[in-house]
């Protein structure tokens, strides 16, 4: 099935370990007939899946699709009570604080081509990251006026789930993620692609904890990051510091 690797299947669930880069769904962003998980899935499984959450193009790691309906609702529902504990691992410019939650209402984002009626004065929406550092490194690499470039290794744990929540949590804090390049730094990120190849943001949801909606199992989906990233991950002399699947 195209690269997609199944991390969890049964009659009622199936997750998957989406690769950065690879749409969700059907987007007017990109061209028709451009690859996404639900056709691939449904390409896989021959029937229907139903989305129950998001992960954005360029994030990578877990995403749960629901095979039947009434599951898929009930996933839905959990997602909304916040019964689902999510975390993320990322790479940001700069030494960020050892712990810490970012308690910061963001205001919605709405795209002017998909609703162009949109109110862009909507209040913003309550939205709490927590997160705790894993690691730092100081590359011997001019930027801008600094003679070195400080980045952390980071795990955050949202509470909720806004759009771009934690690409705007953590720029709100003055620590944007490295390949973000909507809310990041543009010469941290060229840094990365120069000295290291970078194609990609480095957000990747690494754990989906929850109960099953219908067996009531307690499930923890985990997924490992991509070679590309565990590769970089060891030469920034993070080895045994990010988390790993079981």
């Not at 987007?27 to 959450?53: D, F, M």
């Not at 699709?65 to 916040?82: L, S, T, W």
């Not at 600094?146 to 709100?172: C, D, F, M, N, W």
């Not at 590309?228 to 510091?241: A, K, M, P, Q, V």
């Amino acid at each position: 099935m195209s690269d997609l690797k199944i991390l969890f299947e049964d009659d009622h669930l199936i997750a998957i370990d989406k690769p950065s880069g690879l749409l969700v769904h059907p987007s007017w962003i990109a061209p028709r007939k451009t690859p996404n998980a639900v056709a691939l899935l449904k390409e896989y499984l021959g029937s229907t899946v139903y989305t129950i959450h998001r992960l954005d193009r360029a994030t990578s790691g877990v995403l749960v699709f629901g095979k039947q309906k009434e599951a898929a609702q009930a996933m839905n529902a959990a997602f909304a009570e916040r019964r689902v504990q999510k975390t993320y691992l990322c790479v940001t410019r700069g030494y960020t604080p050892e712990q810490g939650v970012i308690d910061y209402p963001l205001k919605p984002i709405h795209d002017k081509k998909v609703d162009p009626f949109a109110d862009p004065d909507k209040p913003a929406k309550d939205a709490v990251s927590e997160f705790r550092r894993l690691g730092t490194v100081e590359l011997p690499i001019p930027v801008g006026r600094y003679e070195t470039a400080r980045y952390s290794l980071v795990e955050v744990k949202p509470k909720t789930g806004r759009k771009h929540q934690i690409r705007r949590h953590l720029k709100h804090i003055f620590h944007p993620l490295v390949g973000d390049t909507k809310h990041g730094d543009g010469k941290h990120n060229q840094l990365f692609r120069d000295h290291f190849g970078l194609e990609r943001l480095l957000l990747m949801a690494t754990e989906l904890a929850f109960v099953h909606p219908v067996s009531g199992e307690q499930l923890d989906i985990r997924c490992n990051v991509d070679g590309y990233t565990d590769s970089l991950f060891r030469e920034l002399g993070w080895t045994g510091l990010y988390p790993q699947a079981v």
